[in-house]
């Protein structure tokens, strides 16, 4: 049940029935089907990019995860820690190693009140479509210099 605080804008829509929407709009910009969980699913480069609201948390966050692309080298394989000479990572993001997929996935979570417009939306998933490429220079310039 929403409360009178998570009303936003004029149309009295909650945050998370206005980012659903704003979702929702650039799906149908992308002319990806319509599905019943908003999910909009981006290339950018070599990183692939899935973003919703994620249905798994009571505090409603937008969740977008970029997946690294594959490699089958050994220094691609699984870490505990992020690779040398990769940036910190900002709240809410994890660099995590996703067994099904087979490389390595940046997770951001934004909460929902915090994104205003497309606009807000996409700057977010670009945001961590770039800390997974930075991320991915970082694991092959350290098998580059033998680390």
Same mark, same amino acid.
């Given at each position: 049940?929403?409360?009178?605080?998570?009303?936003?804008?004029?149309?009295?829509?909650?945050?998370?029935?206005?980012?659903?929407?704003?979702?929702?709009?650039?799906?149908?910009?992308?002319?990806?089907?319509?599905?019943?969980?908003?999910?909009?699913?981006?290339?950018?480069?070599?990183?692939?990019?899935?973003?919703? $609201?994620?249905?798994?948390?009571?505090?409603?966050?937008? *969740?977008?995860?970029?997946?690294?692309?594959?490699?089958?080298?050994?220094?691609?394989?699984?870490?505990?820690?992020?690779?040398?000479?990769?940036?910190?990572?900002?709240?809410?993001?994890?660099?995590?190693?996703?067994?099904?997929?087979?490389?390595?996935?940046?997770?951001?979570?934004?909460?929902?009140?915090?994104?205003?417009?497309?606009?807000?939306?996409?700057? *977010?998933?670009?945001?961590?479509?770039? $800390?997974?490429?930075?991320?991915?220079?970082?694991?092959?310039?350290?098998?580059?210099?033998?680390?």
């Amino acid at each position: 049940m929403d409360s009178e605080e998570e009303k936003s804008g004029p149309s009295g829509e909650t945050h998370i029935e206005r980012v659903n929407r704003l979702l929702r709009e650039l799906i149908g910009l992308t002319g990806q089907p319509d599905a019943s969980v908003a999910v909009l699913e981006l290339q950018l480069g070599e990183i692939f990019t899935r973003t919703l $609201i994620d249905p798994e948390t009571s505090d409603h966050h937008l *969740a977008i995860t970029a997946l690294l692309p594959r490699c089958e080298q050994p220094h691609y394989l699984p870490r505990m820690f992020s690779p040398a000479g990769a940036p910190p990572l900002p709240p809410q993001t994890d660099f995590l190693w996703h067994a099904d997929q087979g490389c390595y996935i940046v997770v951001q979570r934004i909460a929902v009140d915090a994104l205003a417009d497309e606009r807000s939306i996409m700057d *977010a998933i670009l945001l961590t479509a770039d $800390i997974a490429r930075d991320y991915h220079l970082a694991i092959n310039a350290g098998a580059a210099s033998g680390g």
